[in-house]
Nanobody
Framework: QVQLVESGGGLVQAGGSLRLSCAAS????????MGWFRQAPGKGGRFVAA????????YYADSVKGRFIISMDNAKKMVYLQMDNLKPEDTDVYYC?????????????????WGQGTRVTVSS
């Protein structure tokens, strides 16, 4: 089991930036990838970005390409989401996830560990 703890959410004006952090602990060696998802109350989760632990390959939702960057510090078992040029529609609770490989999925991962979420609010 992998434990995940997010931090870095908050309130920011449109056009501003936030950096989310996710600290992984436990059986991190069993994880192949890390990702970020978002969810609004009463709605399903949506993929934001993912990164392959070993290769560093990154994947993004179309809505955040060019604005968000996912990165990792393998030694510290940390994953980050740099969010620039934020828009009011980016407002959501953001969750960190860890998982393994699923060649049939897009991106090619499955997710089996989740953090508790951190809220991001972008004001207009």
């Amino acid at each position: 089991q992998v434990q995940l703890v997010e931090s870095g959410g908050g309130l920011v004006q449109a056009g501003g930036s936030l950096r989310l952090s996710c600290a992984a602990s436990g059986r991190t060696s069993s994880s192949y990838a890390m990702g970020w998802f978002r969810q609004a109350p009463g709605k399903g989760g949506r993929f934001v970005a993912a990164i392959n632990w070993s290769s560093g390959a990154t994947y993004y939702a179309d809505s955040v390409k060019g604005r968000f960057i996912i990165s990792m510090d393998n030694a510290k078992k940390m994953v980050y989401l740099q969010m620039d040029n934020l828009k009011p529609e980016d407002t959501d609770v953001y969750y960190c996830a860890a998982g393994g490989r699923n060649a049939l999925a897009d991106p090619p991962f499955y997710w089996n560990s989740w953090g508790q979420g951190t809220r991001v609010t972008v004001s207009s």
